[in-house]
């Protein structure tokens, strides 16, 4: 909304499986393939932007935050085209390195004790591999079940994926 109300043109869209679009973005857990795949979706949105008749195509690039900043330099490798890279609080470390820091100091700042903490990350990272089970063998769905049963009391119950709470019938 800063660029559309600095007069600059801004297609701002959900990623796969979020918001109003479709997709599961479970099918993209696996680290391997879910930044270029959501990079690429990025590229077809400057692709979009650059047949507008209103948009001057030589002037479109990326603009991201959060895992944004590590999405939008990838999709600018992707293409010679984009004009620009901004990306705002962009990434030093990997994605689940930063997840595991910033998980560690908010549990830390709401008093949890550093077994705790360590508990939570071990079970965060738990979930995840199961989640990554389940969207490619469709197995799991019990664990995760469990997990999710067993975190719901703590105060870390929120750092677990959310998908992981819930009625499951598999």
């Not at 599961?24 to 650059?50: C, I, M, N, Y």
């Not at 507008?52 to 990326?62: L, M, P, R, T, Y």
Request: contains cysteine; proline residues 4%; aromatic residues 8%.
């Amino acid at each position: 909304t800063h660029f559309v109300d600095q007069g600059v043109a801004a297609l701002i869209y959900d990623k796969r499986g979020c918001g109003d679009s479709a997709g599961d973005w479970l099918t993209l857990l696996d680290s391997e393939h879910s930044f270029p795949v959501l990079a690429k979706d990025g590229v077809a949105g400057l692709r979009f932007l650059q047949g507008q008749s209103e948009i001057n195509a030589g002037q479109v690039g990326f603009c991201g935050s959060s895992q944004g900043g590590w999405r939008r330099p990838l999709a600018a490798s992707y293409t010679p085209d984009a004009a620009f890279v901004i990306c705002i609080s962009g990434p030093g470390v990997g994605a689940e390195e930063q997840m595991a820091f910033s998980i560690r100091n908010r549990l830390d700042a709401d008093g949890c004790t550093a077994s705790e903490i360590e508990h939570a990350l071990t079970e965060r990272a738990r979930a995840g591999n199961l989640a990554r089970r389940i969207a490619v063998t469709g197995e799991g769905w019990r664990e995760l079940k469990d997990l999710s049963r067993d975190a719901e009391e703590t105060k870390w119950a929120t750092f677990i994926p959310p998908f992981a709470f819930g009625d499951v019938d598999s």
